[in-house]
């Protein structure tokens, strides 16, 4: 996958082989078909396409990734800022755990993410959450 990123080829991994052009397909259609063929005939795999492989792929271990984004979500539902951390770590480790989330094709809007961090602060912040949230 990553030979097919740097030859920028990774359009493969994304998109289904165009239908075969016939005799009244566009020039464009035409090209965009020749083109995706080309690229997928210099890939080393066998006779299936890169958009094959990977979908094979998520089959494989779409459960796997079911599952760790469920616990990235449990994790941000009841993380919650430790006495004595300073607001930028907590902030920094909240950031890092939405990130998990959202290359875990997780979802969570911005302002559901603001309120999971109002959530996980400490009690010392509860003034503050109190003011935000009105």
């Known amino acids: 996958m990553f ?4 030859e920028k080829l990774d359009f493969l991994l994304e998109e289904k082989c165009p239908e075969e052009p016939t005799e009244t397909t566009s020039k464009s259609k035409r ?6 063929i080309a690229a997928d005939k210099m890939k080393l795999e066998s006779q299936e396409t890169s958009y ?3 979908e ?4 494989m ?5 079911r599952r760790a984004r469920f616990e990235a979500i449990h994790t941000l539902q009841n993380i919650r ?15 890092a755990h939405f990130n998990v989330t959202e290359n875990l094709s997780a979802t969570i809007n911005q302002e559901t993410q603001v309120d999971m961090v109002l959530n996980s602060l400490s009690d010392m912040f509860s ?8």
């Open 61 to 65: 271990f779409g459960h796997q990734s």
């Open 81 to 95: 800022m430790k006495p004595g951390t300073p607001v930028k770590d907590h902030m920094l480790t909240m950031i």
């Open 31 to 36: 090209a965009a078909y020749d083109k995706w």
């Open 127 to 134: 003034q503050f959450t109190e003011y935000v949230i009105n």
């Open 3 to 6: 030979v097919l990123i740097a």
């Open 52 to 54: 094959d492989i990977l």
């Open 56 to 59: 094979s792929l998520k089959g």
